[in-house]
C-alpha cells in the first residue's frame, strides 16, 4: 500500500483520472482534512464501488466567515496521508488556492432555492455559496462518477444536491451516515480542537438530539423544540439554533410532523463551533 500519491494540480491530476476512467469507475471524497474516521469510512465506501478514490484535501477559503475559524481550522496533511496510506487505490488531490481557483474562474451564486439561507447559513452568510463554488471546481477538475459526503453535515449534503440539478452534473451524490464515537459526539475535524472537559461537555450536543427523538411525535415540533432547548441548557454550551426541519425543503417544522423531519443543531463549545443532527 504506502503512502498515496499527492497530486497538486488539475493538469496531472486529469491525466491520471482519464487513464483511470479506461478500466472502471472514479469516486471522489472531498475533504478538508484533518481526517478522522468519518472520512476514512467515506473512503472505504467509496473503494468498494470504485477502482479508483479521490480524496481532496483542501481548506477552502470562500466557506469561511470569520477569519480566525479559518486560521484556526486544523490543517494535519502528513498525519492525513499516513491514515490514507492503509488504503490502495486512493490518490491525493491537495492543490494550491490558485489551482482550484484560477484567475479566469467563473462563478456566480447559483439559485439554490432558499436552503442556504436556512439553519447554518443564517449564521454563515456566504458559507454555502462558498462550498457549492469549490465543490462544482473540484467536481469540474476530477470528473468523478459517483462523490461521497457524510450526513453530519446534512444542510450540504442538500445543497450539494440541489447544486447538482442546477448545473446538470451527472455526478451521483452518495450520503454516508454519521459516524459516531462510543459516548455519541458525532465525529468532527474540529472535535480536536476541545479539551478532555470540553469534549466530555460537547456530549450534551447528541444527548439533547436523542432525548428529542425519544420524546416521539405525540408532542408538536415547537413543543419538542422548547423541551430539548431546555435540556440542552443544563451544560454550559452556547446555543446557535436547535430546530427540527423537514428533510427536503429545511423548512421549520412548528404544528405538523413532515415523513422527514431532521432535528439540526450549531451550538459553540470551548470557542469550536460544532454541528449535529438527527432524524426525529
Ligand atoms: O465538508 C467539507 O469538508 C467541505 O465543506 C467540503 C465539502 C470538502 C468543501 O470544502
Known sequence: MGMPTVYTTAHELSSLISRAKKSGKVGFVPTMGALHDGHLSLVNKALGENVLVVVSIFVNPTQF??????????????????LLSAFDRVIVYAPSVDDIYPKND??????LDGLDTRLEGAFRPGHFQGV????????????PHRAYFGQKDFQQLAVIRRMVKRLNFTIEIISCQTHRSEDGLALSSRNIRLTDQGREDALIISQTLNYMKNLGHD?????????????????NLSLEYLEIVDGE???????????HSVCCIAAYCEDVRLIDNLEM
Open 65 to 82: 466567515n470569520n477569519a480566525s475559524d479559518l486560521k484556526n481550522y486544523p490543517r494535519t496533511l502528513a498525519t492525513d496521508l499516513d
Open 106 to 111: 467563473f462563478f456566480e451564486p447559483i439559485d
Open 132 to 143: 457549492v463554488h469549490v465543490v462544482r471546481n473540484l467536481f469540474n477538475i476530477v470528473q
Open 219 to 235: 408532542e408538536t415540533p415547537s413543543r419538542v423544540m422548547e423541551l430539548g432547548a431546555a435540556y440542552f441548557s443544563k451544560e
Open 249 to 259: 425543503s429545511l423548512m421549520l417544522l412548528t404544528n405538523q410532523w413532515s415523513a
